[in-house]
């Protein structure tokens, strides 16, 4: 086994090795639990290692290495741009971590647009989240 690549956050790993098993590769995440655990542990060990047999190395770093095909599911419905970040930490999130040193699990359901700096708001729907 070789060692692909080293991350500090197991999710990315494992995000990797899925793009790497829906391309038909085998990969192993190795110390994804130890850090999962507890990720202070990271730097420690080394990261949460992603790696493949040897025979297909070559073919993992080809696959980890292409751009993302685009870096938001989202397009404006404003200017059409796909320049879209969701908010990370929702306002009720920032006042009880602020005031109360409590992080209260709510995801914010908005995002902003990078081009037009519009304010979106977020809704649910049977196809997935829709800007509005």
């Excluded at 085998?26 to 639990?33: K, M, Q």
């Excluded at 920032?94 to 647009?113: E, G």
Aim: hydrophobic share 40%; aromatic share 8%; charged share 20%.
């Amino acid at each position: 086994m070789k060692t692909v690549r080293a991350y500090v956050k197991a999710d990315d790993a494992y995000l990797a090795a899925s793009v790497l098993e829906g391309s038909g590769l085998s990969p192993n995440i190795r110390d994804g639990h130890t850090i999962g655990v507890d990720w202070f542990y990271s730097q420690a060990i080394g990261g949460v290692k992603l790696e493949v047999p040897d025979s297909e190395y070559e073919r993992a770093v080809e696959l980890l290495g292409l751009p993302a095909v685009s870096e938001t599911i989202f397009t404006c419905p404003c200017c059409g741009s796909t320049n879209v970040k969701p908010r990370q930490l929702s306002l009720l999130n920032a006042l009880s971590l602020l005031f109360f040193w409590v992080a209260v699990p709510v995801v914010s359901r908005r995002a902003d647009c990078i081009d037009c700096k519009a304010v979106l708001k977020m809704k649910e729907t049977s196809e997935g989240l829709e800007l509005y």
